[in-house]
């Protein structure tokens, strides 16, 4: 694997990650025309996830985030997908250069993961029940009995009523939010270590998903286990996330601090997506949109070193506004603005010359003896709908 990565600010002495994603690339056959370029859902990204932390990756739709997930359980169909390059160290062994075999083991064991479509994630012709068990007995060794046991637990946790007679019930018996449980609960059946959720509430009511985010989080302290939180809404994210992933067109455009990147968005494309929230007090007669702050050049020109060439990263900005960049390299990378906090960044002279950590955060918001991190968020106050329209004016 070669030399061991520079350690970022803010990783604990001697406190490794859990998941490890570096420099991943993925893409898929283009079969749009004979010789079209492949299409490149996920063009370098870093990130990591540690014990007890949720990770929260944010990003329009397309953007790569499930792509990224998915990868760590090998659950790309290669082909039409590759992995072109980059590495995900899970437990410090590489995921992508395990066998299939291996993979048996690990994934909804060790790693587990709540798909975004709860409606085509279970087999309509075995019971719910079946469909648990089938999972606990693979990863568990236990009797049958102890199987139907724990898997009544596990609906009963994601507050299924009647679950031991709910065992014996079919998928199109349930409705959608139903369904969602059923994910969730057949997710954290194994006690897994490392648990991906897909937008993991989407076909939730507001009560039910308050209510599985706080088992969530219950189950991060008493298991040790680490979450990769995937989603849109960022009043989950304000509430739940330890730290934060900004993606956009396969990359990272911010990764910070969950505190932070609330009160003091950097990235232009971060900045709109918090513009563009509407606000109960708000009076204006239309939204702010993402395009009407990413279309305005003198936005990427805001980062502390601008002077020197540190300008941030998007793919759409017009040729002859962009810095001069090294010939031969990537146009992007993933820079380290200050201590904590990485933005994406054309590849100028100035970023060449000065590279950066892969982002590794403990920081966890709550948890006791988390390391010097935990002890700076502790207390602090869950950034609120108000905080999160201010914050794009505060960096203007």
Known sequence: MGAEPTRAHGSAAGERPLLDVADLAVSFDNTSAPGAPRVQAVAGVNMSVFTRQTLAVVGESGCGKSVTAMSAMQLIPCPPGRYDRGTILFEGRDILSRSEREMLDIRGGKIAMIFQEPMTSLNPVYTIGDQIMEAVLLHQKVTPREAFDISVKSLEDVGIPKA??????????????????????????????????????????VTIQAQILELLKQLQETRDMGMMLITHNLGVVAENADVVCVMYAGRVVEYARVFELFDRPLHPYTRALFASIPGVRDSKHRLTTVDEVVNDPAQFRKLPGADRGVVAWWPFMPADARPALMPGRDEYALHQIEPGRWVGCWRTEEIEGNPSPRPELTFRRSSAGAGSDAASGAGAAVPSAGAMRRSPAGTQ
């Open 164 to 205: 031991r007679e709910r065992m014996e019930a079919y998928p199109h018996q349930f409705s959608g939010g139903m369904r969602q449980r059923v994910m969730i609960a057949m997710a954290l059946a194994c006690r897994p270590r490392l648990l991906l959720a897909d937008e993991p509430t989407t076909a939730l009511d």
